[in-house]
């Protein structure tokens, strides 16, 4: 995209920050550079730390060449937190930011130039103007965001582990356990969960650690006395328990004799179920049973609901007096 990979002038930003991290003399350090936020997978997701990045390069640049032009192509920017001091000092060293249009992307071209090399082209859409800008510079930088990594589908397959639209993890809740998962025991930080800056890494590690730590720590656990319970002799291994159960609880245990001693029947493990009741709604055999929810017990509190209640002796509304 944006013609890269069909000229060494197009780089991304950890390529230009490579770039002047090596530069031999200050006299090497490129004239003008155009900046491209929001490239390829950042027109579908915010990457969080792409913005941050292209103003801490671009000032850097500024640094090394303070007549350098430095032109910043966004669409939007986010320097959040004390980031946004970056975006001032960006502003006031001189760096230039133009807004532009989804549907009005840069088109970039590589035609004419001098002695055989082509001229490397930038032409964009000034709204504030009304007007296409023109702009040749030494060198397009792009800013490509952070992806979720391939293995992350595999991975949430195997541990029963949520991710969103993007690839990346899904906690539990964005506020009451932005460090948990849904299924108990298990713990995000980093990017893993989202892309984010090394002190916001560190913070939701000591977070994940400090949730393990407090497991860790004890002897013994309670668990949630609100469990499945299955009763084999009713179970005829139709599977709908183990299909239907977020958590993955139910299991088929081979040794376990069901409905006509037919090896095969369903085992919900205590210490892991969540206590959610979809098995024992859905199980066709009604071999399952909700601790302490039993049919038993619920059809007794409807019968206890609907009882008829006493009659009372009503008092006649004019043998009241009121003051």
Request: proline fraction near 6%.
């Amino acid at each position: 995209e944006y013609s890269y990979g069909q000229d060494p002038r197009i780089l991304t930003q950890m390529e230009f920050e490579e770039k002047m991290a090596t530069l031999p003399s200050r006299q090497a350090a490129p004239d003008s550079v155009v900046m491209i936020q929001c490239v390829g997978p950042g027109e579908q997701f915010c990457s969080r730390i792409c913005c941050t990045t292209a103003l801490k390069n671009a000032l850097k640049l500024k640094e090394i060449n303070p007549m350098a032009q430095v032109t910043i192509l966004y669409r939007d920017i986010r320097t959040y937190g004390f980031k946004e001091r970056l975006y001032t000092q960006a502003r006031a060293a001189g760096i230039r930011f133009v807004h532009y249009e989804f549907d009005r992307k840069p088109d970039i071209k590589l035609e004419g130039g001098i002695n055989g090399e082509p001229m490397l082209s930038v032409k964009v859409w000034e709204p504030v103007l009304g007007r296409y800008l023109q702009l040749n510079p030494d060198l397009l930088v792009l800013s490509t965001p952070v992806v979720a990594s391939p293995g992350t589908k595999e991975l949430a397959s195997r541990l029963k582990l949520p991710i969103d639209m993007d690839g990346f993890f899904l906690e539990a809740h964005v506020k009451l356990r932005p460090v948990d998962f849904s299924s108990e025991g298990v713990f995000m930080a980093g990017m893993a969960h989202y892309p984010k800056f090394l002190d916001e890494t560190i913070a939701q590690a000591q977070a994940a650690a400090a949730r393990a730590a407090g497991i860790l720590s004890r002897d013994s656990m309670n668990t949630n006395a609100r469990v499945a319970v299955v009763d084999a002799a009713k179970c005829v291994g139709c599977l709908t328990c183990v299909r239907i159960c977020p958590y993955d609880v139910p299991k088929i245990k081979a040794d376990s004799a069901g409905v006509g001693s037919i090896l095969g029947a369903a085992f919900i493990e205590p210490a892991i179920c969540q206590g959610c009741g979809t098995c024992a709604s859905e199980c066709p055999a009604e071999a399952i049973q909700l601790m302490h929810y039993t049919d038993l017990q619920m059809l007794s509190k409807v019968d206890a609901l609907f009882e008829a209640s006493p009659d009372y002796d009503l008092i006649p509304l004019g043998a009241i007096e009121v003051h």
